[in-house]
């Protein structure tokens, strides 16, 4: 019975990130959309924190709860699961993705190696203080070379006073949901990270895991949201600059969570599995969107099938 009790926490607090992600993505791709001078920075920053909320709700509670490896299991398989399971299976769905012609092969080439870092740096079993520092640095490396023309003092004052003469009802509101779904999905992320040290505790298996595998799933509801509408809209292309945006924005979580709780510890064995499907993986993603633009069927088949293999070999080294 209380095993079941716990099970039940943790599904309202999932069904809780469910309901308000999908609220806050609508509230911030309005807002977004009024400040559109430069609309690829702004889905590949600002829309990529945001539906990142979920994992900045983990890392913090997983920091006030004291452990750091459950955040650390989850930013690192939330960015498998963007990569490797939204991505291709909207290419096998809408039969091929276009992907966005904003990100030059360099910068592109460098998102990619930022989102290899934390599980790189987890693969020895030790987070420490540098790593969470290089992790941020290269958040910061990045913003430079996607933002490549910065908008004047005089542009940034204009776009305020329209947003604030033409839309500001609206954008009250838009704010008022994203203040009160941060604050819902925070709370119901204190509950998951306590479910997950619970279940963990009983199945006798490492936090991580729990965040690698179950959290890196719900936790990656706002993308699966845009997946879900993008699918029903029938459209064949992506805002790829979100799925990038959000995959970086946990590198830029991991820094702070190494900076506040290291050094930690955490199972290396299921990092040192996550870093081989990396290396594999993410050379084939940059090679399939850096030929034509484009994703297709077969090439999203190939990196689900990646993703297949993170999840069995997980499992077999855990239970095994």
């Not at 993008?230 to 805002?239: E, T, W």
Request: hydrophobic share 55%; with cysteine.
């Amino acid at each position: 019975m209380d095993h079941l009790l716990h099970a039940v926490y943790f599904g309202i607090s999932a069904a809780v990130i469910w309901f308000f992600s999908g609220l806050l993505v609508d509230s911030v791709d309005r807002v977004a959309k009024r400040f559109h001078k430069n609309g690829f920075t702004v889905a590949f920053f600002v829309l990529g924190l945001m539906t990142s909320i979920s994992e900045i709700s983990v890392m913090l509670n997983s920091t006030l709860n004291k452990s750091p490896q459950v955040s650390a299991g989850n930013l690192s398989g939330a960015s498998m699961v963007i990569l490797f399971l939204i991505v291709p299976l909207l290419a096998i769905l809408n039969r091929g993705i276009g992907l966005s012609e904003n990100m030059k092969k360099p910068t592109l080439a460098l998102a990619l190696l930022a989102v290899l870092l934390p599980t790189y740096f987890m693969a020895d079993g030790v987070v420490e203080v540098h790593e969470g520092i290089i992790c941020l640095t290269s958040y910061v490396i990045l913003l430079y070379f996607v933002r490549q023309v910065p908008p004047t003092v005089s542009e940034v004052t204009s776009m305020v006073q329209e947003e604030l003469t033409q839309h500001k009802h609206a954008t009250l509101r838009d704010s008022g949901i994203i203040l009160a779904g941060a604050l819902a999905i925070f709370l119901a992320g204190h509950s998951l990270v306590e479910e997950s040290v619970y279940f963990a505790e009983t199945l006798n298996i490492a936090p991580s895991i729990v965040g690698l595998l179950i959290l890196a799933i719900g936790t990656n509801v706002p993308e699966i949201v845009i997946a879900i509408r993008s699918i029903r809209k029938k459209h064949a292309d992506i805002a790829f600059g979100d799925y990038m945006g959000s995959a970086v924005a946990n590198t830029l979580v991991f820094g702070f969570l190494a900076l506040t709780n290291s050094p930690f510890h955490v199972e290396a064995s299921e990092f040192q599995l996550g870093i081989a499907i990396l290396l594999l993986g993410l050379p084939l993603l940059f090679w399939f969107a850096s030929s034509g633009n484009n994703l297709s069927r077969k090439e999203g088949t190939i990196l689900f099938l990646l993703y297949v293999l993170f999840l069995t070999s997980q499992m077999v080294n855990v239970f095994v």
